[in-house]
């Protein structure tokens, strides 16, 4: 059993459509991760969340310890959106990843 | 302020070879973190280094090592490569141990024959 599970695996939406991705995990965790890879490779961090929610531009990130669940949303989604969305959680000294939700967002 | 810098970016190799890639941290963070990515297996950790010892240490065979330096620069080292090895090696910097905010690199891509 993965520690990190994600859904869904893929995503194909619509430029401006809404966009969640879900995240469960089943570790206690000091802080959860958002990330966002593009084609290429390099990966960039896009939220860190302990509880709550935290919002960025277009991107909310939620967080609900006790459900051990966290979502992340786009608002009116744009082809530039169009990545591999990676949940990560820290537990102790190691991270523990997701397999990652890869995003199509169609013109 | 520089971003992680990983060297080299994409690297051949074939079967029994060894490999070392490169890790530079952030200016002033002392942890760094190495983690192998593949389209089968996601992204799994490797280890951790800070103040030049190793931390933590992932669920890979003792083919995987690293180091660190007293500039907190990192190395990591494959020894005698395998097939499966082909995978995108990215490391990760924080402030310290433990910290729960990281940095990723651009990774390192080897593809051994």
């Known amino acids: 059993k993965n520690e990190v599970e994600q859904s869904p695996q893929n995503l194909t939406a619509q430029e401006g459509e809404f966009i969640t991705i879900n995240c469960s995990y089943s570790v206690g965790i000091s802080a959860l991760h958002w990330l966002q890879q593009h084609p290429g490779g390099g990966i960039v961090s896009l939220f860190m969340l302990s509880s709550g929610k935290k919002k960025h531009g277009r991107l909310i990130a939620t967080i609900n310890i006790q459900e051990k669940h966290s979502s992340l949303h786009i608002t009116a989604s744009h082809p530039r959106d169009s990545a591999v969305y990676i949940c990560a959680v820290r537990w102790g000294n190691q991270f523990y990843f997701g397999t990652g939700t890869s995003l199509t967002v169609i013109p | 302020k520089a971003g992680v810098t990983q060297t080299p970016r994409y690297l051949i190799k074939t079967r029994g070879q060894q490999v070392t890639l490169s890790c530079s941290p952030i200016?002033?963070?002392?942890?760094v973190s190495w983690y192998q990515q593949t389209p089968g297996q996601g992204l799994q950790f490797l280890f951790e280094?800070?103040?030049?010892?190793?931390?933590n240490k992932g669920n890979f065979p003792g083919r995987f090592s690293g180091r660190q330096f007293s500039n907190s620069r990192s190395e990591m080292n494959v020894s005698t490569l395998e097939l499966g090895d082909s995978a995108l090696y990215l490391c990760?910097?924080?402030?310290?141990?433990?910290?729960?905010?990281?940095?990723f690199g651009p990774g390192t891509r080897l593809t051994v024959l």
């Open positions: 990760a910097s924080a402030r310290t141990s433990g910290s729960p905010e990281q940095f």
């Open positions: 200016s002033g963070h002392r942890s």
């Open positions: 280094y800070f103040s030049e010892t190793q931390r």
